[in-house]
């Protein structure tokens, strides 16, 4: 089993900045992917980015040049720096760990970007 405890989320206005935090407690291995996740309401949950724990990343479109995903192998975590945030940014964001066949979701972490 693996643990993943989200923070940072909040408010922030058209243009600002939030950083993401998810850190991975249980039984984790040496090879895994972690990422992001979001879920705006009414619409189906996408992929953010993920990273490989040797450091390939992976953006969707619509963030590329403004979210940096990066992590911390010593401590298990995931970070997503959120910056130029826009509006169609708001969402429900799930941190999320792969493992051989074996996958597990946070709780998810709510970001307002107000215009």
């Known amino acids: 089993q693996v643990q993943l405890v989200e923070s940072g989320g909040g408010l ?6 939030l950083r993401l935090s998810c850190t991975a407690s249980g039984s984790i291995f ?10 705006a309401p009414g619409k189906e949950r996408e992929l953010v980015a993920r990273i490989t724990s040797g450091g ?3 953006y969707a479109d619509s963030v590329k040049g403004r979210f940096t ?3 911390d192998n010593v401590k298990n975590t995931v970070y997503l720096q959120m ?3 826009k509006p ?6 799930y941190c999320n760990f792969k493992r051989s066949l ?3 979701w946070g709780q998810g972490t709510q970001v307002t ?3």
């Open 12 to 17: 922030v206005q058209a243009g600002g900045s």
């Open 30 to 39: 040496s090879i895994n992917v972690m990422g992001w996740y979001r879920q």
């Open 56 to 58: 390939s990343t992976d």
């Open 69 to 71: 995903i990066s992590r």
């Open 83 to 85: 910056n130029s945030l």
């Open 88 to 93: 169609e940014d708001t969402a429900v964001y």
């Open 102 to 104: 074996y996958e597990y």
């Open 113 to 115: 970007v107000s215009s």
